[in-house]
């Protein structure tokens, strides 16, 4: 997210080099679905696909789960399209289908209660790790004789410790940093006398000491590449924000949210708990990705999502903080059961507790022709090197490799400009273990309430995969899940253009596209249909 950016000015302090937005400049309406050659924009080319491959042509509706932090299912433009469990979508609260989950109309709730009170908050998964380790290994040596699987236990600790510490460090001075700036900021904003502040504005103004100068750097060099005071303040609130939950909530051992619930956490394999309340106290990220996938493309407000033919259906799994992977492996088996062929997984970790879990749920998908779309994270790092959870890699119970999912879709980010900066900053990348890339830098899309905002992130680059994948399934059923992640990774736009990426020493390096995924590229919905067309005639020559 923007605030990202932020921190780094901080952790400079004196040389503030960033900017709140990926670009100097502002996008197209529509980005991401439109064409490079057409639009000059680098989208996927899903208006060039709608005009010139799929008019007139018969769709069938098809299911994709959202497992996200919930969904807003009476927003404007998604309204239409969420899913609706016909056999049980009264609430009499009566098992009408006989599924374990009560009156699941639009799906499933794993983070509340039969009381309908539900979790916000939660920790970092390497806090709840480290809260449950510590008092088996603060005090051990790295000397102490120990037997196999417990050096091994061991030494993740270790590298959990190190992990959390720094992560403490981060969100300590985030925190400190935030407040400070927003504080001083306020303070300027009140001496100018205006709400809503412009550049010239803050160039007139005489500092007061050298916090305010340094605010004022800040601010002049994001009012230069945007002038937007509202929207840099907003971000700077969220930046505030973040690292007071993370300090209150993701790093704090003292607190776990688990007994809301009321599950028997320690049972991996229990399936039936939660609620129905799909949308939960903060549906903003769920609603988002939503949209991306399916908002209604033919109703004049609002946004165009990808695919014109879906119904979305609702897991409410991630909380403000790292989702549980008992919750994750439940959705996933949820979403199958009830019939879904494609699954967004706008979320990740550094660290997995019942990894295990959440591989036979994804064998489960892979089993029943499901297709799975997640987003790499957004760290700036390269997941080959650094795992992100979940992934598509199936492990033992000595987390050694046993093979992996095929039908998975790992999703890195980018902006508009075919340029060094088309690969998004915060984008984590992997020539092995990122898949594609997709627009996921300032995309215009559906927020709680019927209102829109533009956000960032591989959580937004996902469901455009998400949604292409649903297009490409709706319009030619017969095609199986595997087969359609193949068209998608065939039908990629190449790029030659050479990207920014962090290095591991923390410096700034060109590289080929090729080493920041496996097919080097970017999706293209106009390529992946004429593929898929010419696929499905095949298929039918064959019978």
């Given at each position: 997210m923007a605030f990202h950016k932020l921190l780094k000015a901080f952790l400079i302090f004196l040389l503030p080099l960033f900017s709140f937005g990926q670009a100097k400049d502002t996008p197209p309406a529509n980005w991401f679905n439109l064409d490079y050659e057409q639009d000059g924009v680098m989208g996927i080319s899903t208006e060039k696909a709608y005009e010139l491959l799929l008019k007139d042509k018969k769709s069938t509706p098809v299911v994709v789960a959202v497992i996200d932090g919930g969904v807003d299912v009476n927003h404007e433009d998604l309204k239409d399209i969420i899913w609706i469990n016909e056999k049980d979508s009264a609430s009499t609260g009566d098992d009408a289908d006989g599924n374990g989950y009560i009156n699941d109309k639009y799906g499933w709730n794993f983070l509340g209660n039969a009381n309908g009170e539900n979790v916000q908050y939660d920790n970092l998964e390497v806090t709840r790790l480290v809260r449950v380790l510590e008092p088996k290994y603060v005090s051990v040596l790295?000397?102490?004789?120990?037997?196999?699987?417990?050096?091994?236990?061991?030494?993740?600790?270790?590298?959990?410790?190190?992990?959390?510490?720094?992560?403490?460090?981060?969100?300590?001075?985030?925190?400190?940093?935030?407040?400070?700036?927003?504080?001083?900021?306020?303070t300027i904003v009140t001496r100018i006398g205006k709400e809503n502040p412009t550049l010239a504005d803050f160039d007139s103004y005489r500092p007061d000491g050298d916090f305010e100068k340094m605010a004022l750097r800040i601010v002049r060099k994001e009012l230069k590449d945007k002038p937007d005071f509202p929207k840099f303040y907003e971000e700077l609130e969220e930046g505030v924000t973040h690292f007071n939950n993370q300090v209150d909530y993701h790093l704090n051992k003292a607190y776990d949210s688990r007994s809301i619930v009321g599950d028997d956490y320690e049972n991996s394999r229990e399936r039936h708990y939660g609620n129905p309340d799909v949308v939960g106290p903060d549906a903003e990220h769920g609603t988002h990705v939503a949209g991306i996938i399916g908002a209604v493309r033919n109703n004049d407000i609002g946004i165009k999502g990808v695919a014109d033919d879906v119904r979305i259906m609702v897991l409410r799994t991630v909380p403000d903080g790292d989702e549980r992977d008992k919750d994750v492996a439940n959705s996933i088996r949820y979403a199958v059961e009830n019939g879904a062929k494609v699954i967004n997984m706008s979320f990740g970790k550094a660290f997995a507790k019942d990894k295990q879990v959440v591989d036979d749920a994804v064998q489960f998908a892979m089993e029943n022709d499901v297709l799975l779309v997640h987003a790499a994270g957004n760290e700036g790092q390269d997941n080959d090197a650094n795992p992100n959870f979940p992934n598509r890699n199936y492990v033992d119970s000595?987390?050694?490799?046993?093979?992996?999912?095929?039908?998975?879709?790992?999703?890195?980010?980018?902006?508009?400009?075919?340029?060094?900066?088309l690969l998004a900053s915060f984008s984590n990348y992997g020539r092995r273990s990122v898949d594609v890339c997709a627009p996921g830098v300032d995309i215009h899309s559906t927020m709680p309430g019927s209102t829109y905002k533009d956000q960032q992130g591989t959580s937004m680059a996902a469901p455009v995969v998400a949604g292409l994948a649903a297009l490409i399934r709706s319009y030619y059923p017969q095609l199986p899940a595997m087969e359609v992640k193949r068209i998608i990774m065939q039908s990629v736009t190449r790029v030659d253009q050479r990207v920014k990426i962090t290095g591991p020493d923390g410096r700034t390096m060109?590289?080929?596209?090729?080493?920041?995924?496996v097919t080097g590229g970017i999706v293209n919905a106009y390529k992946a249909l004429q593929l898929a067309a010419a696929q499905a005639t095949e298929?039918?020559?064959?019978?």
């Open positions: 790295p000397t102490t004789p120990m037997d196999g699987e417990e050096r091994r236990e061991f030494q993740e600790y270790q590298k959990m410790v190190t992990y959390y510490a720094n992560k403490m460090q981060e969100a300590r001075f985030g925190q400190i940093s935030y407040t400070g700036l927003k504080r001083t900021i306020d000595l987390g050694i490799n046993k093979g992996e999912a095929d039908a998975w879709i790992e999703v890195g980010a980018t902006s508009w400009k075919n340029d060094g900066d060109r590289v080929s596209m090729n080493d920041v995924c298929s039918e020559k064959k019978k």
